[in-house]
């Protein structure tokens, strides 16, 4: 009899096993070890009482899981026993783990005990395919970990050949004077790098060698689970390896993403390498830790006190609330109807408030609210309290501000010691100009005076530095970045712990991180960390960024959201 092609293990036959004339066969009966075609199947082996509970299987699934899994059921029927091989399995020893006849049962199983054989088939089914889904699932996971060190390893590499692009152009424009110091930054960068990339380089070494690992057995486990012999799967099973590696994802601190190139500007002999040619420094990133809803319109102004206490100031709605953040809600603590514009924190941990109005008010620690001190008839705009303790109060003859500020105008900052007497003021500079327009907002770091000037009625301004003698030490107006088509819109300005300056930029919705030179480190588009409409920010003792925003004023019933950010 001729044979056509192969399929699965078996040789299928040219013609029907039945009626030897069709030569369309369509399906094999295991039991019977048949091939046949439609017509002998339906009209003959189906009507048959003897092969009526037959299994067939239709050939085009041939070769899948469920059709190995019904010859093995066929199989397991028929299966002969391994020590009287005259004799068919009928059960399964759990003592000895392994298939019985009944000779075997007679024997040397007296006593034990016993499961049906086709249970214990089901079960070991079940537990191989158990074990081929984690292991799919530690090849996706090691999958995942090979794209991701494999994209550290680009950015890093990118990122390194950007910097090293950076110091040699740098090197080549001031030629031998800094040749010295070009080599010595690549040393350091080059120390950087180098480890990280090596670190990743061997986790993605071992990550690859992991995941070949895990496919080898993943395609052992599958050639098993095909097969048509029932005894196989149980001599799989007691070599069965189920150990599996922890999928631990390694951390890797590619600082290299988070340093920077600041090419150097002054020149000569007596300056330092910083100053001359530029140094490496650690460029942060900021990291979303949570977000809040507020119940007001928008937070003006924020301040964090300790113990976890905030107060925040709403100007439009005229509120101020000392609030807690809970793990998903604000706690409003206590609710007082006060304009608020800008506030600060004293020694003894009193709240100095400017409200627009001539007092500078205080709440006190027996919870009152106090006159501190009056600049009648000039109106209070901004509030700051030094390490020193002196306190910057900025001042302007009305409130509203109005614009642009005249000859008869008064834009003003002055200081007062710890009992409320002025001992100096900022106005104009030594030329007779006027310093500011609005000093809206006010830091001081060291022995400088870090002001928000805001220039006009739509809020644009600029960031300006004087010392105690009233110099002007730099301006900033903002830098070339620009991603929303928006101009320079501080609205907030503070320090971090790692001497930069952060300065809110409220219409760019981004932050601006300065160094105390007024040089741009970073401009950070904080939208798509889904912060909107920032106005105000300020630092907690443990580090954590509260940004405070204003709500969109087409939708009257909004309110304003509170996020918190950490720097990495």
């Known amino acids: 009899m001729a044979f056509s092609q192969p399929t699965d293990d078996a040789q299928t036959p040219a013609v029907c096993q039945l009626c030897e004339e069709s030569s369309d066969i369509r399906w094999k009966c295991i039991n ?23 299994e067939l299987i239709n050939l085009k699934d041939l070769g899948s899981e469920n059709a190995a899994k019904t010859i093995c059921k066929v199989d397991l029927q028929n299966m002969p026993c391994t020590v009287h091989n005259d004799q068919m399995c009928f059960a399964f020893c759990t003592d000895c783990d392994q298939p019985v006849c009944l000779d075997c049962l007679i024997e040397s199983h007296e006593k034990h005990k016993f499961r049906k054989l086709n249970e214990v088939y089901d079960i070991a089914i079940s537990e191989m395919k158990e074990l081929q889904n984690k292991l799919e699932t530690c090849l996706q996971f090691y999958g995942n970990e090979k794209e991701r060190f494999e994209k550290l390893l680009l950015d890093g590499d990118k990122k390194f050949q950007e910097i090293k692009d950076q110091i040699l152009l740098t090197e080549k424009e001031i030629k031998e004077t800094v040749s010295k110091y070009a080599k010595e930054l690549l ?45 196989e799967m149980f001599s799989s099973r007691k070599r069965l390896d189920k150990t599996l590696p922890k999928n631990f994802q390694e951390k890797i601190n590619c600082d290299i993403l988070k340093t920077k190139f600041l090419p150097g500007k002054t020149y000569g002999k007596h300056n330092t390498r910083s ?72 020694k003894n941990d009193e709240i100095l408030l400017a409200t627009g109005e001539s007092d500078i008010k205080v709440y006190s620690k027996d919870k009152q609210f106090k006159l501190y001190k009056s600049f009648s ?106 991603l929303y088509g928006k101009t320079f819109h501080p609205s907030d300005i503070t320090a971090t712990s790692t ?52 709500s969109w004023k087409a939708d009257k019933e909004s309110k304003a959201k509170i996020f918190a950010v950490k720097l990495v």
Not at 201 to 208: D, N
Not at 225 to 231: E, G, T, V
Not at 442 to 463: H, K, P, S
Request: with cysteine; hydrophobic share 35%; net charge negative.
């Open 275 to 346: 100053s001359i040619f530029g140094d490496l420094c650690a460029v942060p990133d900021f990291e979303l830790v949570k977000s809040y809803q507020s119940d007001v319109s928008n937070v003006l102004d924020i301040l964090n006190c300790d113990s976890n206490i905030t107060f925040i100031a709403c100007y439009n709605d005229r509120k101020l609330q000392k609030v807690k953040f809970a793990k998903n809600n604000i706690k409003v603590e206590e609710d007082f109807s006060i304009n608020v514009l800008d506030m600060a924190i004293s």
């Open 377 to 482: 008839p000039l109106k209070t705009i901004s509030i700051h309290v030094s390490k020193n303790n002196e306190i910057f109060v900025g001042l302007a003859e009305c409130f509203p501000v109005t614009y642009p500020a005249t000859e008869d105008s008064v834009r003003r900052i002055v200081v007062l010691n710890q009992d409320g007497d002025i001992r100096y003021r900022y106005e104009y500079d030594k030329d007779n100009q006027r310093l500011f327009t609005k000093p809206c907002k006010i830091i001081t770091l060291d022995d400088n005076v870090y002001i928000i000037d805001c220039l006009n009625a739509n809020w644009e301004g600029r960031v300006i530095v004087v010392n105690y003698g009233v110099q002007l030490l730099w301006t900033y107006n903002g830098c070339d970045i620009n």
């Open 32 to 54: 019977c070890d048949v091939f046949m075609c439609q017509l002998c199947t339906t009209k003959i082996h189906t009507k048959l009482k003897s092969t009526d509970k037959h």
């Open 187 to 231: 040393q350091e960068l080059e120390s950087k790098w180098k480890p990280t990339e090596n670190k990743i380089k061997t986790e993605l070494s071992v990550t690859e060698k992991t995941k070949e690992d895990l496919k080898v057995r993943e395609d052992s486990l599958k050639k098993t689970l095909q097969s048509h012999q029932a005894s």
């Open 499 to 550: 001497d930069f300056l952060c300065v809110l930029d409220a219409f760019n919705q981004a932050i601006h991180l300065l160094n105390y030179a007024g040089e741009v480190i970073v401009y950070k588009d904080i939208k798509p960390l889904g912060i909107e409409l920032p106005l105000s920010f300020s630092f907690d003792c443990d580090g954590i960024l509260w940004i405070g925003c204003n």
